[in-house]
């Protein structure tokens, strides 16, 4: 068992970080019997654990009782460990070499980790504040210099190595559903659902430049092939008799997302308000952030995608800063999904620190609006769905890909190839930690003039190969959830595990894997959590 002795302002961050690492633990009251004891920002107090670590970004007591010298103090800095790159955003102490180092900073190498020996016990000192870390990572987020990091996962990876290390039998439940390596989270935001919707508006014209010019261009650079070039200007041709309704709206292409994931199920954000622009942050209407489309015209399409198993959720405007509006939006997409529980992801990504309190208020059980417009990556620094630390029940299910990310010229500007070289990396990721990748492909990216469908393919095809689970964002939430309700009991050398009776008995079970240092680091063995069942593990 682990036991936490955390300052009083990390409570909360603490927890997360263990609905994350989802072992037994339990905060430190004196007297405390332990294995493990993670001390941060406090003193060691008396205890039998095998392992103390020792989190803390400034000298400590325990600093001078056993002479440790400190060599240096950084705020933000690059460490490694194992072949890993751990950004750590608050301070980070530099150490003397004595001990063992463990975790090193990248450039000098100098420990910002040693593990020492003091008679039977093994004690970690880490320069740097883990929980503070967590709740950075999870409040404010990544800088998008780092987006390519799953930090929070690195975070727990070192934890659990440095248990392991020390032959402690460790059980965990890990976020991989039983049956396949991790989640994948097929989502589109409608934007336009026409072209149609769009005449002789910056729209419009955007598109005839993009498809012709910008087409060009890119087939000159080998961005488009002589194929791609030649739709677009059909396209391009074709407009007028789209406008006549002599020819079928291109940039309509939900049927075609059908036929693509052909059974995959993926979630549909749909704007609930036609020509309303939303303030931004400053306050200020940015005009060309309003629909063209009015979604109470759209309520076949909608039963469609409903019917094949695919999700609807809100793609808000104002939801992310008043939860009065945004209990509007969210009534317009119930009333015409006829489905009460509704997930959001705000258009253009708005979002602040107050958004979560807000969305929560608001009854939204979900959003999927923290990532990045102009990079992809782990803006939270995890592949997991979290709860954000200001509310009580929401989860944010974290966005990790967008293809306007991967090809607008202002942001990656990257080339197909590079662009599924990318990706490739982030499912290698989804692989090793579990999770969730969530991806979106906004609906008309499949059409002329953008024409990324056969990137959009190639990523299907991986996810599939990788042994993906492909769960509409709701269903995902409620895997998470599932999760997070399982629960840990601790008596004397017994565990019991118990999870929610009333659990979606559809939804991929959950895993217990426990730890056998008997048998060698890091191996384990995996038995499977059902519904409203509880099993026991003798240490
Ligand atoms: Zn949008």
Redesign the pocket.
């Known amino acids: 068992m682990i036991a936490v002795l955390a300052a009083e302002d990390e409570c909360l961050a603490v927890r997360e970080f263990f609905e994350l690492f989802k072992t037994p633990w339990e905060f430190y009251r004196n007297g405390t019997r332990c294995s493990v004891l993670i001390c941060s920002r406090n003193n060691i107090p008396a205890n039998s654990a095998k392992i103390v670590l020792l989190y803390d970004s400034q000298e400590n007591a325990f600093d001078r009782a056993s002479r440790l010298q400190i060599r240096s103090r950084r705020s933000v800095a690059m460490l490694s460990h194992n072949g890993s790159r751990i950004p750590v955003y608050g301070n980070c102490l530099a150490f003397e070499a004595s001990g063992t180092s463990v975790v090193a900073h990248e450039s000098s190498r100098e420990p910002a980790a040693v593990a020492m020996t003091s008679g039977k016990q093994q004690v970690v000192r880490i320069g740097f504040d883990l929980f503070q870390e967590v709740q950075y990572l999870l409040t404010h987020g990544q800088p998008a210099s780092y987006a390519e990091i799953p930090t929070l996962e690195l975070h727990i990876a070192l934890l659990r190595n440095l248990i392991l290390e020390c032959s402690i039998p460790l059980v965990e439940i890990p976020p991989v559903p039983v049956g396949y390596n991790f989640i994948a989270c097929l989502t589109h935001?409608m934007?336009h659902i026409g072209i149609r919707n769009h005449k002789f508006d910056h729209t419009m014209f955007g598109f005839l430049y993009r498809a012709t010019m910008g087409s060009m261009l890119d087939f000159c650079r080998r961005r488009k092939t002589l194929q791609q070039l030649g739709a677009n200007w059909l396209a391009a041709l074709k407009l007028p008799l789209v406008y006549l309704g002599l020819a079928a709206d291109f940039w309509n292409q939900y049927d075609r997302y059908l036929e693509i994931e052909n059974g995959l199920k993926s979630t549909f954000f749909v704007i609930p308000k036609k020509g309303e622009t939303g303030l931004d942050g400053r306050g200020d209407r940015p005009p060309r952030r309003a629909a063209s489309y009015d979604i109470e015209e759209q309520k076949d399409l909608l039963k469609k995608l409903q019917s094949a198993g695919d999700e609807i959720g809100l793609?808000g405007i104002d939801a992310w800063r008043d939860s009065n509006v945004g209990r509007q939006e969210q009534e317009i997409i119930s009333r015409i999904t006829g489905v009460a529980e509704t997930g959001v992801r705000m258009?253009?990504l708005f979002y602040d620190e107050r958004s979560p309190a807000v969305l929560e208020a608001a009854g939204f059980t979900y959003d999927s609006t923290v990532g990045y417009n102009q990079t992809v990556g782990y803006r939270a620094g995890t592949s997991q769905a979290f709860k954000p630390m200001t509310v009580d029940r929401l989860l944010e299910l974290p966005l990790h890909v967008m293809d306007t990310s991967l090809f607008y010229p202002d942001y990656l500007n990257l080339a197909p190839i590079q662009a599924e070289e990318i990706m490739r990396l982030l499912i290698a990721n989804a692989g090793r930690f579990g999770g969730v990748m969530t991806v979106n492909w906004h609906d008309r990216s499949i059409a002329p003039e953008r024409l990324w469908d056969t990137t959009y393919v190639r990523l299907l095809e991986q996810l599939q190969s990788s042994g993906a689970c492909f769960l509409t964002a709701a269903r995902a939430v409620s895997w998470f959830r599932q999760r997070r309700a399982a629960v840990f009991e601790q008596a004397d050398d017994t565990l019991k595990i118990k999870s929610p009776v009333n659990g979606d008995p559809h939804l991929p079970g959950l895993r217990v894997r426990s730890y056998r240092p008997d048998v060698g680091v890091g191996k384990f063995s995996e038995t499977q959590l059902t519904n409203g069942r509880e099993i026991r593990l003798t240490a």
């Open positions: 935001d934007d793609h258009h253009w």
